[in-house]
Structures are given as C-alpha cells and as structure tokens.
C-alpha cells in the first residue's frame, strides 16, 4: 500500500486527498487556513491509520504541520492532542515552520563521515551561517540532517528536493547550494 499526499491523487486504501492544494509549487505554501485543513483531514475520513497520511497532506498544503491543526487532526480521529503532538515531533519530517523553498537534505550516517562529510557540512552550513535545520533568512534553502538515505556506495550523500545526489566534494555541494540559492 503506498501513501499518497499530493492533493488529487489517491490516499491510503484509494481513499482520495482534496485537491484543495493542487498547483502549487513545492516551498510555496498557503497561508494557515482552518477551513483547508478540514477538508483535507475529512478526505481520509474513515481510512484506518490515517494520521501520517494527513500529516503529510496537511505539511503539503501549509509547508508545516500547524499548531492549529492539531486539535482538528486530534478531535477527527479520535485521540488526545497529547498522541497527536507526539507523533508529529516523534518524526523528523514533520515541521512546526515551513521550510525554505529548497530542502537540502546532508546525511550524517557512519559512510558519509567516513569519507570527508562532517568537514562538508560544517563547511557548507558555516557559509550559509545556519545550524542544523536552519533556513537562509532570504527563505530559499533549508539544511537538515538525515541519518542514512542508502547512498552509501556513492557517499558522501544528501538529497536536494528529493533528489539523490553522490560522491559530494566541496565544489560540487557549492554549486548545489548555490543553484538552490539562485531559484
């Protein structure tokens, strides 16, 4: 069973996903809307398991799981804001703020240290001046860790918007992070 979270397309189970959000370009987001999330947390009314499906709906849609959602997210499915809460700050992907409009992904995992990716990232998040999962104040690009993307062989590894990319050295995470930084 595969989890879909792009609105308009079919869920858990085919349950469908509003297509409330459809069009928008990815690190554009909308703007909290309490209406737009009941009816995107409605759309998987009654799909057993539902919570990590709408919590990727409802990121897909504000760039963030809101503060606000989760009261909504608790009442529909019958659980504690507590159980919500903790399953939201439980796993890494979820965000309490929306991320920039590049999402630069740099994995820590024993391979990609092994080969010269600690020096990396401390050099590539110094020039930016971010911390870990710190965004450029212009909101284009936000650095996160991951722990393993199973690119050992092409180590060291990270993911730009979800694409792989491998065997990273200085020269070419700069012009990585500088093309994200130009669009």
Same mark, same amino acid.
């Given at each position: 069973?595969?989890?879909?979270?792009?609105?308009?397309?079919?869920?858990?189970?085919?349950?469908?996903?509003?297509?409330?959000? +459809?069009?928008?370009?990815?690190?554009?987001?909308?703007?909290?809307?309490?209406?737009?999330?009941? +009816?995107?947390?409605?759309?998987?009314?009654?799909?057993?398991?539902?919570?990590?499906?709408?919590?990727?709906?409802?990121?897909?849609?504000?760039?963030?799981?809101?503060?606000?959602?989760?009261?909504?997210?608790?009442?529909?499915?019958?659980?504690?804001?507590?159980?919500?809460?903790?399953?939201?700050?439980?796993?890494?992907?979820?965000?309490?703020?929306? +991320?920039?409009?590049?999402?630069?992904?740099?994995?820590?995992?024993?391979?990609?240290?092994?080969?010269?990716?600690?020096?990396?990232?401390?050099?590539?998040?110094?020039?930016?001046?971010?911390?870990?999962?710190?965004?450029?104040?212009?909101?284009?690009?936000?650095?996160?860790?991951?722990?393993?993307?199973?690119?050992?062989?092409? +180590?060291?590894?990270?993911?730009?918007?979800?694409?792989?990319?491998?065997?990273?050295?200085?020269?070419?995470?700069?012009?990585?992070?500088?093309?994200?930084?130009?669009?």
């Amino acid at each position: 069973m595969t989890i879909a979270t792009r609105p308009g397309s079919s869920g858990p189970a085919g349950a469908a996903v509003p297509a409330v959000a +459809a069009g928008r370009v990815a690190g554009r987001h909308a703007p909290w809307d309490e209406a737009e999330a009941r +009816a995107i947390i409605a759309g998987f009314d009654g799909v057993p398991g539902a919570m990590l499906p709408i919590l990727h709906a409802l990121q897909e849609a504000f760039g963030c799981v809101p503060e606000a959602a989760k009261p909504l997210i608790a009442q529909a499915l019958n659980l504690s804001r507590a159980e919500v809460h903790g399953v939201v700050t439980f796993y890494h992907d979820y965000r309490a703020e929306p +991320a920039g409009r590049h999402v630069l992904k740099l994995c820590r995992a024993e391979a990609c240290q092994s080969v010269g990716g600690t020096a990396l990232h401390r050099d590539v998040l110094a020039k930016l001046g971010l911390e870990w999962g710190g965004t450029t104040p212009d909101g284009r690009l936000t650095v996160e860790a991951v722990y393993c993307l199973g690119l050992c062989a092409t +180590a060291p590894a990270a993911l730009l918007d979800g694409t792989p990319l491998g065997r990273l050295d200085a020269a070419r995470l700069d012009g990585v992070v500088a093309e994200a930084m130009a669009t």
